[in-house]
T-cell receptor
Framework: QKEVEQNSGPLSVPEGAIASLNCTYSDRGSQSFFWYRQYSGKSPELIMFIYSNGDKEDGRFTAQLNKASQYVSLLIRDSQPSDSATYLCAVSPLTGGYQKVTFGIGTKLQVIP | DAGITQSPRHKVTETGTPVTLRCHQTENHRYMYWYRQDPGHGLRLIHYSYGVKDTDKGEVSDGYSVSRSKTEDFLLTLESATSSQTSVYFC???????????FGQGTRLTVV
């Protein structure tokens, strides 16, 4: 059973701080890693993806991947109340297509004004 | 927003009745997926389609069937609804390999 582990939270951070969201995965053959944001009562939307070890930055968001340690993280700089949502980590193996993507349960982030 | 519409958005049904959820897309994307989302679980794949009349089972397919007779429509049927199928159901679409998946608004189904 391939697993993707996330702390469900809530993770509370003050406005303007850095929010750090973490995800570990069990399948060493995992190749692609995604972060989705899901507002309460809404659908997931892709905000970041990463394939290679290291950091990938997009605006206030940075995804970090460490395949040796089997974790991927999402940093949100200058957190805003509008960032309050649940963040889903998703992991895909090398082969098999998107139908093989495994989702974590998500971490609820609360940004306190 | 990607052109995905799920219907109905909310439904309450009785145990033992059949239920059909519809996912309609206007993007002409090849791949379509049905997921369920429950507290304490990540999104779990029920069934997916890789073309008209081409479908396959996902992780939690028992008690569900699907059909795709047109590119734009992917139907999910609960053959005889049970309380364990109370959930939020999401449809997703994808154009092809290495492309982003877009999710529909979700259908909240309650089986009483």
């Amino acid at each position: 059973q391939k697993e993707v582990e996330q702390n469900s939270g809530p993770l509370s951070v003050p406005e303007g701080a850095i929010a750090s969201l973490n995800c570990t995965y069990s399948d060493r053959g995992s190749q692609s890693f995604f972060w989705y944001r899901q507002y309460s009562g809404k659908s997931p939307e892709l905000i970041m993806f990463i394939y290679s070890n290291g950091d990938k930055e997009d605006g206030r968001f940075t995804a970090q991947l460490n395949k040796a340690s089997q974790y991927v993280s999402l940093l949100i700089r200058d957190s805003q109340p509008s960032d309050s949502a649940t963040y889903l980590c998703a992991v895909s193996p090398l082969t098999g297509g998107y139908q093989k993507v495994t989702f974590g349960i998500g971490t609820k982030l609360q940004v306190i004004p | 927003d990607a052109g995905i519409t799920q219907s109905p958005r909310h439904k309450v049904t009785e145990t033992g009745t059949p239920v059909t959820l519809r996912c309609h897309q206007t993007e002409n994307h090849r791949y379509m997926y049905w997921y369920r989302q429950d507290p304490g679980h990540g999104l779990r794949l029920i069934h997916y389609s890789y073309g008209v009349k081409d479908t396959d089972k996902g992780e939690v397919s028992d008690g569900y069937s699907v059909s795709r007779s047109k590119t734009e429509d992917f139907l999910l049927t609960l053959e005889s609804a049970t309380s364990s199928q109370t959930s939020v159901y999401f449809c997703a679409i994808r154009a092809g390999a290495n492309t982003e998946a877009f999710f529909g608004q979700g259908t909240r189904l309650t089986v009483v």
